[in-house]
């Protein structure tokens, strides 16, 4: 009789007789056979468990076309499913230089100058708006938030060209920033 024709409790029968034997070779309990069965198949160890235990009374169709893959052929022909693992991140020593090109420099001071410029137009507007008498009203912490804000942006943008290897310029045919290299 071909594996194709096998009823869902012959297939779970036949994975049942499989994790037992792996848990055999290896010396532990049933859930560590469940458990090579369902990485060899390519499914997760809980739908494995639930098709081998029978508490799983209808698996899906794909459940199904693994399990019959892996009976049929010994191993499964499919991967199995990557599910995103935590990755720990080292923390980087202080002082370890960023890598990132002239280029990308040049792009990050541009976006920080255009940023300090449109803050001082927002403070320098709502400064000219009160000498009008339908100029808006702007409270003294606004100002203080505005100018601290430009300030942070400005001292962040001088230590990035402090510790660049190159200097740079505004390029008006680009209208960027762009690396001037020091000879």
Known sequence: ????????????????????????????KITAGIREVADAVGVDYATMKGFV?????????????RVRLFLRDGESKTPP??????????????GTALLVTDDEIATL???????????HG????????????????VSTASYQALYRQEGLLKRLRKKIEAQ??????WDAELQSMVPVKAF
């Open 1 to 28: 009789m071909s594996v194709n024709f096998l009823k869902l409790h012959e297939m779970q029968t036949a994975m049942n007789a499989l994790a037992v034997e792996e848990a055999e070779k290896s010396g532990k």
């Open 53 to 65: 235990f029978g508490t799983i009374k209808k698996p899906s169709e794909r459940t199904v076309d």
């Open 81 to 94: 499913p990557q599910e995103p693992r935590a990755v720990k991140v080292e923390p980087v020593a202080k």
């Open 109 to 119: 001071i541009g976006l920080l100058q255009a940023a300090e410029s449109d803050i």
């Open 122 to 137: 927002d403070y320098s507007g709502f400064e000219e708006d009160q000498g009008h008498e339908w100029g808006r009203e």
């Open 164 to 169: 660049s290897p190159c200097q740079f310029q």
